[in-house]
């Protein structure tokens, strides 16, 4: 089953500094037919003006994965971390038992990110932060795992949840095949490009909710850079 959400459909908010596109239940937006996808609680398509951000503020109990999609995304927070995502890859925060910290973006140029929110599976942790890079090399024609909740997934970033975030570069043309299992649901977001999935196109920053399917096959029908939740 194949539920497109597009970008169109999408709650949002233009804060002049920040333009935030929902696929989830958000702040001021709220639709009850799109609260959660299993336990995938948040994802939010954000576009943030040169040197401005996100000041500090707490998060507890929520695993937070930020996919920089262009410019570079600048972290701080209280327990003394600080570092620089850009383009391509993946930071992860763990917000544990509280954590307070501030997004910024640095740059001369507008930043593009996916904020991915999922609902830990286990809590009482103390927070951390962590960051890596992804050559976008290493995930061409397939997907590769960015962020783990799973003993056994090698370098990916590790997350207290029954989740898995993955990517994937397909050229024009080229089929990726993840191995899903009928009792778990994904959710893919094209970061750019557009795909089909079993017959239905998925254009640049639409959301597919996909669920009942043994293994998710994805074709490009452009060049395409591709993100998605494995979730329980």
């Known amino acids: 089953m194949i539920d497109l959400r597009p970008l169109a459909s999408l709650g949002g908010a233009n804060h002049g500094w920040l333009d935030a596109k929902h696929h989830f239940s958000f702040g001021g937006y ?5 609260t959660h996808w299993g336990n995938l609680r948040v994802w939010n398509d954000d576009t943030i003006a040169p040197k401005t951000g996100f000041p500090p503020h707490p998060h507890r109990d929520m695993e937070i994965i930020t996919y920089v999609r262009e410019g570079a995304i ?3 927070d209280n327990l003394g971390n600080a570092g620089r995502t850009e383009a391509g890859d993946v930071q992860v925060m763990s917000a544990g038992t509280g954590i307070r910290h501030a997004e910024y973006n640095m740059e001369d140029v507008t930043t593009r990110i996916f904020q991915i929110w999922i609902v830990p599976t286990r809590t009482g942790d103390q927070p951390q932060w962590g960051a890596k890079p992804f050559p976008k090399g290493e ?8 962020a783990s909740g799973y003993d056994g997934d090698g370098d990916a970033l590790p997350i207290r949840t029954d989740a898995r ?3 994937a570069t397909l050229r024009k043309g080229e089929r990726a095949d993840y191995p899903l299992g009928r009792d778990r649901k994904a959710y893919l ?19 597919a909710a996909i669920s009942e399917v043994e293994v ?10 591709l993100v998605l939740v494995d979730a329980a």
Do not use: Y
């Open 139 to 146: 995930r061409s024609g397939q997907f590769v795992t960015l």
């Open 74 to 76: 600048t972290h701080q």
């Open 30 to 34: 709220h639709d009850p037919a799109r």
């Open 216 to 225: 998710l096959s994805v074709t490009a029908l452009e060049d395409s850079e």
């Open 189 to 207: 977001v094209p970061a750019t490009g557009a795909v089909e999935i079993d017959g239905v196109r998925v254009e640049a920053r639409d959301g």
């Open 165 to 167: 975030v993955v990517g």
